[in-house]
């Protein structure tokens, strides 16, 4: 498995990987209109300024998707998804190892955190797993139902 830069055609299968808009709005945190189109979603994951990889296995198939920037000193992961075929399989731990050593190596930190909504249980599950930890965010936070891990 490696990280590749996505490509306007990985981003169109990824359109298709949510079944709802509250699916949506949980995974990306800002409104956007279901069913998404190529050209909205890929302006609203910033594609240009982000980094953002997606994650693909030995037969090239798209895996996971996955970015990361600066964020209080630390390497933060954002919009991770695993590909709806492959969940349950622990990709999301390779995805997160992949993009915290690329992201901490690039952005010259030793921390990763991110967010992730209070009610998805199973993200929390991962991440905890994975060695992430609740903390608290130094700012006020916009959504009261989200929570701050990092992993050292």
């Not at 990889?53 to 996955?66: H, N, P, R």
């Not at 919009?79 to 731990?93: C, D, E, Q, T, W």
């Not at 390779?94 to 967010?115: A, D, P, Q, R």
Request: charged residues 20%.
């Amino acid at each position: 498995m490696k990280l590749i830069t996505p490509t306007n055609e990985h981003l169109h299968e990824m359109t298709h990987w949510f079944a709802d808009q509250a699916e949506l709005l949980d995974w990306s945190g800002t409104v956007l209109d279901y069913p998404l189109s190529l050209s909205s979603f890929a302006a609203e994951l910033n594609i240009t300024l982000l980094s953002s990889f997606i994650l693909v296995g030995e037969s090239d198939e798209i895996l996971a998707f996955g970015q990361y920037y600066l964020r209080n000193y630390k390497c933060h992961l954002a919009r991770l998804i695993v590909n709806p075929k492959h969940r349950g399989k622990g990709l999301v731990a390779k995805l997160i190892e992949l993009l915290s050593i690329e992201g901490c190596s690039e952005l010259n930190v030793k921390e990763t955190s991110l967010f992730v909504l209070e009610h998805n249980k199973s993200a929390i599950k991962a991440y905890t797993k994975y060695g992430f930890t609740l903390a608290t965010y130094p700012e006020e936070l916009q959504d009261d139902h989200c929570l701050y891990m990092i992993k050292s």
